[in-house]
């Protein structure tokens, strides 16, 4: 019912920023948190940031500093501003949202299909 579609990866050289957005759509449907994940090769998924409804952050250690998330609630959009970005950084990365249906007020946990962002000179 819900989806959530991610763009803006790409190739970005160290040094360099880059912004991937997600986008929710479908049913009728509340959104509470969103996040931001990324999974790189031969490693375990990985929360990079979070977003609350009311706007509260939450990063990775690793990111602080760099990354900025932020959400826009009439588009049902969150975003991943990256800079400074460095090698380590390459991964995919996946947008998630806990939302509420309308109808019915389920909970459910939505993933995106991930977006490439590959850090290389």
């Known amino acids: 019912q819900v989806h959530l579609v991610e763009s803006g990866g790409g190739l970005v050289q160290p040094g360099g920023s880059l912004r991937v957005s997600c986008a929710a759509s479908g049913v009728a449907f509340r959104i509470n948190d969103m996040g931001w994940y990324r999974q790189a090769p031969g490693k375990q998924r990985e929360l990079v940031a979070r977003?609350?409804?009311?706007?509260?952050?939450n990063y990775a250690d690793s990111v602080k500093g760099r990354f900025t998330i932020s959400r826009d609630n009439a588009k049902g959009t969150v975003y991943l501003q990256m800079n400074n970005l460095k090698p380590e950084d390459t991964a995919v990365y996946y947008c998630?949202?806990?939302?509420?249906?309308?109808?019915?007020?389920?909970?459910?946990?939505?993933w995106g299909q991930g977006t490439l962002v590959t850090v290389s000179s």
């Open positions: 998630n949202a806990d939302i509420t249906t309308v109808a019915n007020y389920r909970r459910l946990e939505v």
């Open positions: 977003i609350t409804s009311d706007g509260s952050t």
